[in-house]
Nanobody, 117 residues
Framework: VQLVESGGGLVQPGGSLRLSCAASGFTFSSYAMSWYRQAPGKGRELVAGITSGGSRTNYADSVKGRFTISRDNAKNTVYLQMNSLKPEDTAVYYC???????????WGQGTQVTVSS
């Protein structure tokens, strides 16, 4: 099982980034997917989630209207489009998979996002 995040980097305030999480080793379409983040010295927090079929999404209040989660089940990939980035969005972003049927959770290794001028 692998979840591999990519797309992080350094961006100026107001800029955009698109994170990707490529999944392998499990039935991607049977898992809800989510993005979490962890800033230095803080706990890991939920950023956005999407159901296995992609019909429903949810967002943290701090990112509503700026971030969009989506998935492509044909490509076994989940995305996080991040617009209007702020310095407080700086964190390591993690992808997470939760089975619809079993108490099984997978995590990726994380990708660093730094918002700074």
């Amino acid at each position: 099982v692998q979840l591999v995040e990519s797309g992080g980097g350094l961006v100026q305030p107001g800029g955009s980034l698109r994170l990707s999480c490529a999944a392998s080793g499990f039935t991607f379409s049977s898992y809800a997917m989510s993005w979490y983040r962890q800033a230095p010295g803080k706990g890991r927090e939920l950023v956005a989630g999407i159901t296995s079929g992609g019909s429903r999404t949810n967002y943290a209040d701090s990112v509503k209207g700026r971030f969009t989660i989506s998935r492509d089940n044909a490509k076994n990939t989940v995305y996080l489009q991040m617009n209007s980035l702020k310095p407080e969005d700086t964190a390591v972003y993690y992808c997470r998979a939760d089975s619809n049927y079993f108490k099984v959770t997978y995590w990726g290794q994380g990708t660093q996002v730094t918002v700074s001028s």
